[in-house]
């Protein structure tokens, strides 16, 4: 949170994740991705946490959130989170890597 909102507006931003969490029944799921094991493509400086699952105990029989309330819970909070792909239609999803498939290089290494 002080990364994301400073030093003077963290804490104030900390408490309002938290009573939101805490008002609507949320569990959080955070992968911690360390300096010195993990990487996500690239061995970060520092430790950090990226938000990987929702569940929603306040609707009765409990749910995960979607890929999209994980995206827009993560936004309103400034929260880290995988980056995800949401696309319109399957044929969008389709045309993307047909592309990707035609313009990438294929070759072996000499």
């Not at 507006?9 to 992968?31: D, G, I, P, Q």
């Not at 929603?56 to 792909?85: M, Q, Y």
Request: aromatic share 12%.
């Amino acid at each position: 949170f002080g990364r994301c909102f400073g030093s003077q507006n963290w804490k104030e931003e900390y408490e309002r994740c938290s009573e939101y969490v805490h008002r609507n029944r949320l569990t959080c799921s955070f992968e911690v991705v360390t300096s010195v094991l993990g990487h996500h493509g690239d061995l970060p400086k520092r430790d950090y946490l990226i938000l990987i699952a929702v569940a929603d105990r306040g609707c009765g029989r409990g749910r995960f959130f979607s890929t999209n309330e994980i995206v827009r819970f993560a936004h309103k909070f400034r929260l880290p989170h995988n980056d995800v792909w949401i696309f319109c239609s399957n044929a969008a999803c389709e045309a993307l890597f047909l592309s990707h498939d035609i313009m990438r290089e294929i070759g072996t290494a000499t």
